[in-house]
């Protein structure tokens, strides 16, 4: 009961923090090193900071309260660790990656992932050069933030509509992966405004040059995600139910039908 | 669902990525096919020229090679887990059909 008031909270704090501005188009990969003004990394950095902390808290509780739930935590990990090494062409002729939190905000709650994600950021900006340690606070907020809160509140939204199962996964990861990138034009259009139009303007820049580079990429993640959570479906429907993925008691035909 | 027709399922899923990633490669010419954040590097010069970058990476890859190691590495340790998991929940599945009695 308090993780779920704990994420409605964070859910109106994230609301809150993204309506600044939000026009409607994607963009692309992370802000590199240094291209951020050093007011904007401390703000980002103290922004993304709480939600940290309670995927902390989130991931402990999981964990004591069953401690077989390692291992699917380290799979969903693990899914988002390989899923942004692959820089995939899209039709812009420029290359992207997906973010692969989505998977683990459906099992895992998003503030769990807020966790995760922001491993994987620390490690490509440490060894890979990808991304940066200064900007390390903006880019969690929009892979490890947004991405899985949209993805959560996509998939909970779904089923509560009671759509098919395989959609609510695609919508939620897809539309994670969407405004991820989202996230990061804005933030990148608040830092550095047009000139003239001002942060509209510039939004509307940084949006457009990548526009559609990141919808195959997000329908692909769609898809992968839908394939892992297929599998752990048809090997692990315990784990599923024990994390109210899926309700406990489904039908046969429910059960045949993901 | 049959188990072949789940398996059908998820070919179907592998294969709509393949075509998604491969499409571009084929229909999009004279492509160089560079990192988006290049290009958002270009973006925020030609907002603001004025703007220097304030903090360089500690450590840039010394190559493109190394720098191909190191995504290949982060892909295979993410890719092996997941196999492994996967593995192991199938292993673990097939012993409790097998025992019904087996705890979990």
Redesign the interface.
Known sequence: MTARKQYRMLGIYAFLVTSLALPDAAYAMHIMEGFLPRQWCLLWIIITLPFFIIGLRSIRRTVTLNPRLKMLLAFAGAFAFALSALKIPSVTGSCSHPTGVGLGAILFGPAAMSVLGSIVLIFQALLLAHGGITTIGANAFSMAVVGPFIAYGVYKGAMRLNLPRWLAVFGAAMLGNLTTYITTSLQLALAFPDVNGGIALSFAKFTTIFAFTQVPLAISEGLLTLLIFNLIYTYSKDDLIQLSVIPQEVSTHEQESV | ?SKNQ?NY??LL??M??VL??V???V??K????????G???E??IE??PE?K?????????PSGEV?SL???L??A??????CY??G???G??SQKECKPDAP?
């Open positions: 669902m789940f399922v998820n899923l592998i709509l990525v998604i990633t499409f571009p490669l229909y999009v004279g492509a160089d096919f560079g990192g988006a954040d290009k958002a590097q973006a925020i907002l603001h703007y970058p304030w903090f360089n990476n500690i450590w840039e890859t720098e190191l995504f290949t982060q892909g340790m993410g890719a092996g887990f997941v998991y996967l192991y929940l199938r673990k599945k979990n």
